[in-house]
């Protein structure tokens, strides 16, 4: 089973920031939190990925609480192009783990001219 | 860099029919997963291959199985084809397996 809680689906207005929360109360010490999207009929891509600091890349800002058990995916300036589902995964990297990912529900992001 | 390729990209078979699946890994990859993703649902981890030998498996039945290759490209074979197995099929390689992994676009298997 999946190791996160996601809302189901969100708008966003064209332009605005959209913040997707995650809730992983269960994460342990050495699982990273992931962040994929698919757009419609394509593989999933990755966004970025964190262990307890926040991290920033090209496309995306991910926030992490302090006691690691929620967070928040942030796309500083949505297009419609961002419109797809968001997948929050915490994944094991411990040595002899297979890392395979285990992908919930996610949140269908609807971002709206 | 290539990213990672699939193929074919549509297919159709019978049920009770054999099907194989490709996946050439990104450069420089030697960790391949599969993954099986119905409509509706998010993708559902098949298995997973680091350096040819199999590492990991989720709940899937023997006749789902796979091949990787020394170049490291990868092929899912499935046997026995039931309606149920319609679905994307996604491939994922990774530099290894404590990296993040690059998905193809899939290949969509319909069994009528």
């Known amino acids: 089973d999946a190791k996160t809680t996601q809302p189901p689906s969100m708008d966003c207005a064209e332009g605005r920031a959209a913040n997707l929360p995650c809730n992983h109360s269960?994460?342990?010490?050495?699982?990273?939190v992931y962040w994929y999207r698919q757009i419609h009929s394509q593989g999933p891509q990755y966004i970025i990925h964190g262990l307890k600091n926040n991290e920033t890349n090209e496309m995306a800002s991910l926030i992490i609480t302090e006691d690691r058990k929620s967070s928040t995916l942030i796309l500083p300036h949505a297009t419609l192009r961002d419109t797809a589902v968001y997948y929050c995964i915490v994944r094991s990297t411990r040595s002899g783990n297979t890392g395979k990912l285990i992908f919930g529900q996610g949140t269908t992001l609807q971002v709206k001219p | 860099e290539t990213g990672v390729t699939q193929s074919p990209t549509h297919l159709i078979k019978t049920r009770g029919q054999q099907v194989t699946l490709r996946c050439s890994s990104q450069s420089g990859h030697n960790t391949v997963s599969w993954y099986q993703q119905a409509l509706g649902q998010g993708p559902q981890f098949i298995f997973q291959y680091y350096r040819e030998e199999e590492n990991g498996r989720g709940n899937f039945p023997p006749r789902f199985s796979g091949l990787q290759f020394p170049n490291y490209s990868s092929e899912l074979n499935v046997n026995a084809l039931e309606l149920d197995d319609s679905a994307l099929y996604l491939c994922?390689?990774?530099?290894?397996?404590?990296?993040?992994?690059?998905f193809g676009s899939g290949t969509r298997l319909t069994v009528v």
């Open positions: 994922a390689s990774s530099p290894g397996l404590d990296y993040g992994y690059t």
């Open positions: 269960t994460i342990s010490g050495n699982e990273y």
